[in-house]
Nanobody, 116 residues
């Protein structure tokens, strides 16, 4: 059974940094393209903001390009998101999942709150 566990969220001031982690289990982590998704307050949809292929090609949403960096450690079954120069608009719940049309069950996510 696939399990995704996100961590690292916190409340920070604008301009600050955070590093999120996502540990996956129940699947061969290194085989899949993975992504971070963000659900903004009051929104139902989750936006794909960063994607990483296996091994390492990355793509980003325009809203985070140049500020966020996605990476992965296949040996640790872990996905990361380094977030710098945070803005209030980055506030939301962050989830990881595969980067595909067919997604696995969502984890609980991790809350990021950025105050101005």
């Amino acid at each position: 059974q696939v399990q995704l566990v996100e961590s690292g969220g916190d409340s920070v001031q604008a301009g600050g940094s955070l590093r999120l982690s996502c540990e996956g289990s129940g699947f061969i982590f290194g085989v899949y393209a993975m992504a971070w998704y963000r659900q903004a307050p009051g929104k139902e949809d989750r936006e794909l903001i960063a994607r990483i292929e296996s091994p390492a090609e990355t793509t980003y949403a325009d809203s985070v390009k140049g500020r966020f960096a996605i990476s992965r450690d296949n040996a640790k079954n872990t996905l990361y998101l380094q977030m710098n120069s945070l803005k209030p608009d980055d506030t939301g719940v962050y989830y990881c999942n595969r980067a595909a049309r067919s997604l696995w069950a969502w984890g609980r996510g991790t809350q990021v709150t950025v105050s101005s």
